[in-house]
């Protein structure tokens, strides 16, 4: 991948700061490996030099675990001297930050070698391997992702979350209803910001709909042919939406299990490939007998099992899994069916796509969407033919078998030959080494539950 042509880069840069002679600061902005976003904040006045000659930040950036800590046995923080490597803006990802007091605007940037050459280990140039390898095949990748949250009070009771209070009725909700409009009324100004705020910054969120528990709802994107703008917009949105709640006196969360007894939140992603011509080759009018769907559905339940860590990468994670929150927790595919892994949308035949439901809302987009094309392409360039599709209760077919907890998870990626050809074997043993290190300090914690259980009693 080469860096775009500096004049189309200062050219981008000089027509927002002519279209906003308001803005006062850049935050330039990219996502570690947990997608947690961090960067720098310059003057406007500093943005060409960002444009000509990028910013320098340390390639431990993506050794951090949960906690921002470098877990140093990654080797990208001591072991070279905790040394810089140099990020160059990502092109049309320039935007307004519309909840700020003071006019700032946003860059998304993305780690190089100081030769130029793409840095391996940021998560965004992991992706762009995987995408490669369609682009060789004369294929594009059409994805849209739906992205579930609750909003929460700013206020932790004994520090664990509770629904925030109605702006209208001031009571806090206690709703398990999907799709009702009620809720959707009582945080209309928050939610209808979100869809303004998305809209200024050019991610294409077309509909939040309320979600099956209390104060939880889900954002809509448009699909869009490249993979890689798609989780850009991922990222992004759930920065917008952090950030116009909180200018509505609430919080957010996106952590896959926040309450026990309630819907876990849940990334999926919509995946249809194009051929050459712009056509979808899924289109069928029986998807079941379209040959290159099967085979991208067998690829991808194949190395599910193996691609489980970066779908669900930390230990609350799995926690989100059950049959009664639609959180398949099996290899399984069907024909409009909501109890499988991929399900396959029926509604006309050009739109036929996977819809793959496996994934946590904490998942990092960028891994995430690597993972499955992975899958994809396996599939594809394999012939993997994926079985029969699912009828019906799924969980009352098919047993759990999917790993269900972080350290079988990171067992089986490691152990992948596949996810190896497609993954860079050298980020792999960093992603490992960085969820090993925060599984261990999470089995040295002693839980409230420990202490009620055995204090007093053993």
């Given at each position: 991948?080469?860096?775009?042509?500096?004049?189309?880069?200062?050219?981008?840069?000089?027509?927002?700061?002519?279209?906003?002679?308001?803005?006062?600061?850049?935050?330039?902005?990219?996502?570690?490996?947990?997608?947690?976003?961090?960067?720098?904040?310059?003057?406007?006045?500093?943005?060409?030099?960002?444009?000509?000659?990028?910013?320098?930040?340390?390639?431990?950036?993506f050794a951090l675990d949960i906690n921002g800590s470098t877990v140093e046995s990654t080797g990208l923080g001591l072991d070279i001297g905790d040394a810089d490597r140099i990020c160059y803006p990502i092109p049309d990802t320039l935007s307004n930050e519309?909840?700020?007091?003071?006019?700032?605007?946003?860059?998304?940037?993305?780690?190089?070698?100081?030769?130029?050459?793409?840095?391996?280990?940021?998560?965004?140039?992991?992706?762009?391997?995987?995408?490669?390898?369609?682009?060789?095949?004369?294929?594009?990748?059409?994805?849209?992702?739906?992205?579930?949250?609750?909003?929460?009070?700013?206020?932790?009771?004994?520090?664990?979350?509770?629904?925030?209070?109605?702006?209208?009725?001031?009571?806090?909700?206690?709703?398990?209803?999907?799709?009702?409009?009620?809720?959707?009324?009582?945080?209309?100004?928050?939610?209808?910001?979100?869809?303004?705020?998305?809209?200024?910054?050019?991610?294409?969120?077309?509909?939040?709909?309320?979600?099956?528990?209390?104060?939880?709802?889900?954002?809509?994107?448009?699909?869009?042919?490249?993979?890689?703008?798609?989780?850009?917009?991922?990222?992004?949105?759930k920065r917008l939406i952090k950030n116009i709640a909180y200018d509505h006196e609430m919080d957010t969360t996106f952590m896959a299990k926040p309450y026990p007894g309630q819907a876990g939140n849940g990334l999926h992603v919509h995946i249809s490939v194009?051929?050459?011509?712009?056509?979808?080759?899924?289109?069928?009018?029986?998807?079941?007998?379209?040959?290159?769907?099967?085979?991208?559905?067998?690829?991808?339940?194949?190395?599910?099992?193996?691609?489980?860590?970066?779908?669900?990468?930390?230990?609350?994670?799995?926690?989100?899994?059950?049959?009664?929150?639609?959180?398949?927790?099996?290899?399984?595919?069907?024909?409009?069916?909501?109890?499988?892994?991929?399900?396959?949308?029926?509604?006309?035949?050009?739109?036929?796509?996977?819809?793959?439901?496996?994934?946590?809302?904490?998942?990092?987009?960028?891994?995430?969407?690597?993972?499955?094309?992975?899958?994809?392409?396996?599939?594809?360039?394999?012939?993997?033919?994926?079985?029969?599709p699912i009828e019906g209760n799924s969980y009352e077919q098919l047993e759990q078998s999917l790993p269900n907890n972080l350290r079988d998870a990171l067992r089986e990626l490691d152990d992948s030959e596949i996810l190896n050809k497609y993954i860079d074997?050298?980020?792999?043993?960093?992603?490992?080494?960085?969820?090993?290190?925060?599984?261990?300090?999470?089995?040295?914690?002693?839980?409230?539950?420990?202490?009620?259980?055995?204090?007093?009693?053993?």
């Amino acid at each position: 991948m080469s860096v775009p042509p500096r004049a189309v880069q200062l050219n981008e840069a000089n027509a927002f700061l002519k279209e906003h002679p308001e803005v006062l600061y850049v935050d330039l902005l990219i996502a570690d490996m947990n997608g947690v976003v961090r960067g720098k904040r310059i003057e406007r006045t500093s943005l060409h030099k960002v444009y000509e000659k990028g910013i320098n930040l340390p390639a431990s950036l993506f050794a951090l675990d949960i906690n921002g800590s470098t877990v140093e046995s990654t080797g990208l923080g001591l072991d070279i001297g905790d040394a810089d490597r140099i990020c160059y803006p990502i092109p049309d990802t320039l935007s307004n930050e519309p909840w700020q007091k003071r006019p700032t605007a946003q860059l998304l940037m993305t780690m190089h070698e100081l030769e130029g050459e793409p840095f391996f280990a940021d998560p965004r140039e992991v992706l762009r391997q995987v995408v490669s390898k369609f682009d060789d095949m004369g294929l594009t990748i059409c994805a849209a992702f739906e992205l579930e949250f609750y909003l929460i009070d700013q206020e932790n009771v004994n520090g664990r979350p509770q629904p925030p209070r109605s702006p209208i009725s001031g009571k806090r909700p206690q709703s398990t209803q999907v799709y009702l409009i009620d809720d959707l009324d009582e945080y209309a100004d928050c939610l209808q910001d979100i869809l303004e705020g998305a809209k200024e910054q050019g991610i294409p969120a077309d509909a939040i709909v309320k979600e099956s528990a209390p104060a939880q709802f889900e954002v809509n994107l448009h699909h869009v042919p490249d993979p890689l703008k798609a989780c850009d917009y991922a990222v992004l949105l759930k920065r917008l939406i952090k950030n116009i709640a909180y200018d509505h006196e609430m919080d957010t969360t996106f952590m896959a299990k926040p309450y026990p007894g309630q819907a876990g939140n849940g990334l999926h992603v919509h995946i249809s490939v194009l051929d050459k011509d712009g056509n979808n080759i899924f289109t069928s009018e029986d998807p079941e007998q379209n040959a290159a769907l099967r085979h991208a559905v067998g690829g991808v339940l194949e190395t599910l099992p193996a691609s489980m860590a970066f779908l669900c990468p930390n230990v609350n994670s799995y926690r989100r899994f059950g049959a009664q929150f639609y959180v398949p927790n099996a290899p399984s595919w069907g024909l409009d069916n909501r109890t499988v892994a991929l399900r396959v949308p029926t509604g006309s035949p050009d739109a036929v796509r996977i819809e793959h439901r496996v994934a946590g809302a904490d998942a990092n987009p960028y891994l995430m969407m690597a993972a499955v094309l992975a899958g994809v392409h396996h599939g594809l360039t394999n012939k993997v033919e994926p079985g029969e599709p699912i009828e019906g209760n799924s969980y009352e077919q098919l047993e759990q078998s999917l790993p269900n907890n972080l350290r079988d998870a990171l067992r089986e990626l490691d152990d992948s030959e596949i996810l190896n050809k497609y993954i860079d074997p050298k980020y792999i043993d960093i992603f490992v080494a960085c969820k090993e290190s925060e599984l261990e300090e999470f089995e040295h914690s002693i839980s409230d539950l420990e202490y009620n259980w055995y204090l007093h009693t053993v």
